[in-house]
């Protein structure tokens, strides 16, 4: 469907951490351009744990720090292994963050074209799994997960997912889906001029961006939190390589640790750590201009915010038609 990527936070106000407790976003910390490899962040390297709930494994990664960290729940796409996205995963849970992977069915059985999930109950599912173990006095996630501030984020199939665990009823209108996940949470969606998985390069883009703008232009969408499209250029998601067996051009750019992971992590940063702080760097990179910036990343072919509180209303952004 339509959401190629996204992500979205939950954010309770209760037992909300006090934002200064988490390092604010940088562009070098955070790995924007220009990108310097791999560089993990400042809560190491994570520790992996092979998870069963309700019969079904969960990959978990997390910080070796005895402390409560934020939750990502990341979904992968139909067909996709973990070792597609295990970098970046690893590279999120360095910057303080529990990340659960939930299958379907099970590493091999995922890889099958008919292993389909749509209406994030395994999403869902991890976020069960992660809320029994964080109370659970014997399991090593024991207080170390905050469930009041929680991401929910997949990749093409499990951007899906993502989008409708947040909606948490199955098979509604993606357009309707969006502005009602928009209305309580913080939305990332991103896209990449040159994906074409969905309809022959390069309309998958323009596809999405027509479905964003739908759902969240023109007035009225009831949103209380920022949502974001960015859209990434063909030249920075081209295949270079880096990612081989896997490829990581269009489509796959999420692959890529420097293209669109860094905007991933500085928006969970800025939703799940900083709490949404409008003082943070998180929220000037973001959603201010200038050195560092979205608008400013020369990666970034087109960026939209939409979101009333923040913006009065409809969608606005740098666009060039073309
Ligand atoms: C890239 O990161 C490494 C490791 O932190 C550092 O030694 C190196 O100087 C960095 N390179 C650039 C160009 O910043
Ligand atoms: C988890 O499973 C993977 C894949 O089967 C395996 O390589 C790894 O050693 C396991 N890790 C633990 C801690 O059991
Ligand atoms: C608590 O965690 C342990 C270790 O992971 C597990 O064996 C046990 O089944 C869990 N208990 C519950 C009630 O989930």
């Known amino acids: 469907m339509l959401a190629r990527r996204s992500l979205l936070a939950t954010l309770l106000a209760a037992a909300a951490a006090a934002a200064t407790e988490w390092p604010d976003c940088s562009p070098r910390a955070d790995g924007h351009p220009p990108f310097n490899s791999s560089r993990p962040g400042p809560f190491g390297s994570p520790v ?6 309700m019969h079904r494994p969960i990959v978990v990664l997390h910080p070796t720090a005895r402390r409560a960290f934020p939750l990502l729940v990341f979904m992968h796409g139909a067909t996709a292994k973990i070792e597609m996205y295990l970098p970046v995963l690893e590279l999120y849970s360095s910057h303080g963050f529990v990340v659960a992977f939930p299958y379907i069915e099970s590493p091999s059985g ?35 997960v ?49 994906d074409g998985a969905f309809w022959p390069a390069p309309l998958t883009a323009q596809h999405e961006r027509g479905c964003f703008k739908g759902a969240l232009g023109g007035g009225a969408t009831g949103s209380q939190h920022p949502a974001f499209f960015v859209q990434f250029s ?89």
């Open 48 to 53: 992996r744990l092979n998870a069963t709930w």
């Open 110 to 144: 995922d890889t099958r074209p008919l292993t389909l999930n749509t209406n994030g109950e395994y999403i869902l599912r991890a976020l069960d799994y992660a809320s029994a173990a964080a109370s659970n006095a014997s399991s090593p996630l024991h207080g170390r």
């Open 234 to 322: 063909t030249a920075a998601c081209a295949e270079d390589g880096a990612r081989r067996p896997f490829a990581d051009a269009g489509h796959d750019c999420a692959f890529k640790a420097g293209v669109e992971t860094p905007w991933v992590l500085s928006a969970m940063k800025l939703y799940a750590q900083q709490r949404g702080r409008a003082s943070s760097r998180c929220a000037s990179m973001l959603l201010g201009g200038g050195a560092g910036s979205l608008k400013a990343d020369p990666l970034v072919e087109l960026s939209l915010v939409a979101g009333e509180r923040e913006l009065g209303g409809g969608v606005r952004g740098k666009e060039s038609e073309s």
């Open 146 to 194: 905050d469930m009041g501030s929680v991401v929910l984020a997949g990749h093409s199939m499990g951007g899906t997912c993502a989008v409708m665990a947040g909606v948490r009823v199955p098979a509604a209108h993606e357009e309707h889906d969006l502005r009602t996940v928009s209305s309580r949470s913080p939305l990332l969606l991103t896209t990449a001029t040159n």
